[in-house]
Nanobody, 125 residues
Framework: QVQLVESGGGLVQAGGSLRLSCAAS????????VGWFRQAPGKERAFVAC????????YYEDSVKGRFTISRDNAKNTVFLQMNSLQEEDTAVYYC??????????????????WGRGTQVTVSP
């Protein structure tokens, strides 16, 4: 059974940092691109970042470029999202998802197959 589990969310003050993790089981995680999405209250789920299967290429939504970094440890079946200089607008539930069976990134949530349940990130003033 495929399972993705996010962790690392929490409450942080503006300007602070958090590191999210996405741990996968039940699939050959290292073969696929993985993305992070977020959903704020009253808004649709939105693309945040993606990393290709080998970690060579990464992609970011414009508002997080230079502040967030996506990375992966295929030996541990885990993808990370390092979030620095957090802003109140970053408050959302953050989800990871895989692009099984594809190794390249896409920005649409419809192109992702398996999803975690999400982790809440709240940035206070």
């Amino acid at each position: 059974q495929v399972q993705l589990v996010e962790s690392g969310g929490g409450l942080v003050q503006a300007g602070g940092s958090l590191r999210l993790s996405c741990a996968a089981s039940g699939l050959a995680f290292s073969n696929y691109a993985v993305g992070w999405f977020r959903q704020a209250p009253g808004k649709e789920r939105a693309f945040v970042a993606c990393i290709t299967w080998n970690g060579i290429s990464t992609y970011y939504e414009d508002s997080v470029k230079g502040r967030f970094t996506i990375s992966r440890d295929n030996a541990k079946n885990t993808v990370f999202l390092q979030m620095n200089s957090l802003q109140e607008e970053d408050t959302a539930v953050y989800y990871c998802a895989d692009r099984r069976p594809y190794s390249a990134c896409e920005v649409s949530s419809y192109d992702y197959r398996d999803w975690g349940r999400g982790t809440q990130v709240t940035v206070s003033p």
